[in-house]
């Protein structure tokens, strides 16, 4: 595994002036190195952040570290993901042709996707997307991406806050991992970040989240303000579940 170099404060000439207590600086290259050893089958991930500020952009970044990845689209039309490769389907099970690759043991990224315009559209898209996570929570060895988890959970909405939910807290067993990703943690189930070995957030200076996030981390909360508060726009604060391990910095390279 990469080791960061050991030091407690940040210097100037890492990352834009900032200084940061048990922060490690990582450029994204040796992140992903450190990442594809440290994520285990089985450990969830809770990105959070305002829309627009690079969460899509981690999130396909450590995804391309999975073989059999299926995305959640509530929003339709995700560009970072079909730009990266996931590939729409419209049931689940998949079609024969990518049930075959991945019986050969090819990877497969699929995207759960579609309008939302009318009712009878948001029901079969809900309906989709619950026998995707069903199928995926039965099979095991998939990466569920639940993206704007937050509206993906409202009843009023999507309603799939049970399935993901069981899925964060049974899943693990059987070696399936879950990526959410949302904008608050009072907008979801508290397992959204209770059950993650990683909570990953952008820059931010709500303390209702922070503290929120350092109930779930175990960390003080003062301490994630502060590394917070001085993150560079599109950087991220990468929070192991271990509170023994230093938290790391990190930006995730544009989607090509």
Do not use: N
């Not at 834009?16 to 285990?40: C, K, M, S």
């Amino acid at each position: 595994m990469p080791r960061f170099a050991a030091r407690r404060t940040v210097s100037e000439t890492d990352w834009a002036g900032t200084q940061v207590r048990r922060v490690e600086p990582a450029p994204w290259p040796l992140f992903l190195r450190w990442w594809e050893d440290v994520w285990e089958p089985g450990q969830h991930v809770a990105l959070i952040g305002p829309t627009g500020q690079g969460k899509s952009t981690f999130a396909v970044g450590v995804l391309r570290l999975r073989k059999w990845v299926i995305a959640l689209d509530a929003k339709g039309g995700d560009d970072t993901l079909a730009a990266s490769g996931f590939k729409p389907i419209k049931a689940w099970p998949p079609p024969s042709k990518i049930r075959d690759e991945i019986a050969e043991g090819k990877p497969a990224r699929l995207i759960m996707t579609g309008t939302t315009r009318t009712k009878r559209d948001m029901g079969k898209l809900v309906a989709l997307m619950h026998e995707a996570i069903e199928g995926a929570r039965a099979e095991g060895g998939w990466t569920v991406y639940a993206d704007e988890f937050q509206i993906l959970a409202d009843r009023r909405m999507f309603g799939l806050d049970v399935p993901v939910e069981q899925m964060l807290i049974s899943a693990r067993s059987a070696g399936s991992s879950v990526v959410t990703s949302f904008q608050a943690p009072a907008w979801v189930p508290k397992a959204g970040t209770r059950q993650a070995s990683f909570i990953v957030m952008l820059k931010t200076g709500d303390v209702g989240m922070i503290q929120k996030v350092s109930e779930a981390s175990g960390r003080s909360w003062q301490e994630l303000r502060d590394a917070l508060g001085e993150l560079p726009k599109y950087y991220v604060l990468v929070i192991p579940q271990d509170i023994h391990a230093p938290m790391v910095c990190t930006k995730a390279d544009k989607v090509a």
